[in-house]
């Protein structure tokens, strides 16, 4: 099932748009839209396609007014695509915030690795350093607020939580997520190097697993 | 074989630059490059580089230079004092430097960065396509310390000797053109007004990522409602090269290079983008205007 978006444009100077879309959900079903219409050649020529929260930025376009026009009358799937691989996140839950936000869900900290590796995640976007994705899939009742004091080093590979989000942080910087867990090996997220520099691009599912290789027991 | 360049000393910032890494944005990579991409090409375009080759973007306090083979090279950019072996040497044209000569380029009498090109452009290790170095995310080369030895590539064309080129002046003053940005509508009509009509002055506290402002605070129209009396959280967007994002403080800043690819502060306005090269150049204290248009 198709629809009409229900969007609005916003300027941002002369050549770029952002593009407002009602929800989290909405901007990753127009997302996927543009890269879909990116791949099959349909799209005008766009430099940047950045998604926020509830945005995508389309930057470097030669007529946003233009293209601005010809969006209202997309027809968008809803929902992201969901066909693409899985990546797996091997976790140790070992953070060293893990018994606060314990308390926060309401459970004993042994089963803070259960709940948070129930859900399959989305990269919903990145920013903040690269390869730092943002991922939406945790159910409202698990957001927590970020800590009131941030930490002035977090270390690489440290998995953390803030409000809708759940995140592995590529490097060490400093930091004001509540940190739940480790990433053993963090170097496969950011590889410059590599065809695919971050691991976790916009559009990306991710699972996280127990270190040791078997999924932690999904949350009944 | 080509030549390497000794960094006698490096001055406040020295770092390599050249077009940046455009279309990483979404993985949360800045554009970065030379924050006076026109000075840069203009420098590289009088030695017969490719425009966007690399250079050296100094910091008001320049840099000096020795390297252990003959090299061409022009400082242009903010004007400087430049001597080789301590022999006055032309700036903004093109400049021999013997094998082990010293080519200091001095500090700037007006504007902010200077440039240094050389024939061959700067050889460093690209990251995802780029030489420059992206201070706010780290990639790309250092910034250059004391003793730090970069490598120049091999130099495409002969170069004539002397060119003469047009260099703007750094501004006395920035009259900046904007466009209303996304989030125009989370101030009050009398916020706009004074983006318009107030006198701000560039701070001290400006740098690769963002030009900030000092002058009257800018309130916004929109609150949650909630008690705390604190403003509404714009969830993350990306942002463009030139937005003038409004922190709590309400004193504009301008995005330049280096800038986050995502931001959580409204954006009341975009800088056109030509307008950039004198953001780049506008010292500490500089008076800016914002006009629309």
């Given amino acids: 099932m198709t629809g009409r978006p229900s969007l609005a444009t916003r300027p941002a100077g002369r050549y770029a748009l952002l593009v407002e879309l009602p929800d989290a959900e909405g901007a990753a079903a127009f997302h996927a839209e543009v890269l879909r219409r990116r791949a099959a050649g349909t799209l005008p020529p766009v430099r940047e396609i950045v998604p926020g929260a509830r945005t995508v930025l389309l930057d470097g376009v030669p007529d946003p007014q233009a293209l601005a026009r010809t969006l209202t009358g997309w027809d968008v799937p809803p929902g992201a695509a969901d066909d693409g691989d899985v990546v797996e996140i091997a976790v140790r839950y070992d953070g060293p915030d893990l018994a606060d936000v314990a308390a926060l869900w309401g459970v004993a900290p042994e089963e803070v690795a259960a709940r948070h590796s129930s859900p399959t995640y989305r990269v919903a976007f990145c920013g903040f350093a690269p390869g730092f994705g943002y991922l939406t899939g945790l159910p409202p009742r698990l957001h927590v607020p970020r800590r009131s004091t941030p930490r002035t080093r977090v270390p690489a590979g440290a998995v953390a939580l803030a409000g809708p989000y759940s995140a592995v942080y590529p490097r060490s910087t400093p930091g004001g997520w509540q940190l739940i867990g480790t990433m053993p090996d963090p170097r496969p997220l950011w590889d410059p190097t590599r065809e695919r520099a971050a691991l976790l691009a916009p559009g990306t599912r991710v699972r996280f697993v127990t270190a040791d290789g078997i999924p932690a027991e999904a949350e009944a | 074989m080509t030549a390497k360049l000794t960094t006698v000393r490096c001055g406040a ?268 150049q506008a010292a500490a204290g500089t008076p800016v205007r914002f006009t629309l248009g």
């Fill in chain 2, 13 to 280: 910032l020295t770092t390599v630059q050249d077009s940046g890494r455009p279309g990483h944005a979404h993985l949360g990579v800045p554009l970065s490059g030379a924050l006076d991409a026109p000075a840069m090409r203009l420098a590289n375009r009088l030695l017969g580089n490719d425009p966007g080759a690399a250079v050296l973007e100094t910091t008001l306090t320049g840099c000096v230079l020795r390297p252990d083979r003959d090299i061409t090279a022009v400082v242009g950019g903010a004007p400087c004092p430049v001597t080789v072996d301590g022999r006055p040497a032309a700036w903004g044209a093109p400049v021999r430097v013997p094998a082990g000569a010293v080519l200091e380029v001095g500090a700037v009498t007006a504007g902010v960065r200077s440039y240094v090109a050389v024939a061959g452009g700067i050889a460093a290790e690209p990251v995802l396509g780029s030489r420059a170095t992206d201070l706010l995310s780290g990639l790309g080369p250092e910034p250059l310390r004391d003793g730090d030895v970069v490598e120049v590539g091999t130099p495409a064309l002969p170069v004539a000797l002397p060119v003469a080129a047009p260099w703007p002046a750094p501004p006395a003053e920035l009259v900046l053109p904007v466009c209303p940005g996304p989030r125009a509508d989370w101030f009050s009509p009398a916020a706009l007004r004074t983006l318009t009509s107030a006198a701000y002055r560039v701070s001290p506290h400006s740098n690769r990522i963002g030009l900030r402002t000092e002058g009257p605070s800018l309130e916004r129209a929109r609150t949650d409602g909630l008690p705390d009396g604190l403003p509404d959280e714009l969830p993350s967007e990306g942002m463009v090269l030139g937005a003038v994002q409004v922190p709590p403080d309400g004193r504009p800043v301008i995005f330049l290079h280096d800038h986050p690819t995502t931001g959580g502060y409204p954006v009341i306005a975009v800088v056109a983008g030509p307008a950039l090269a004198a953001v780049a």
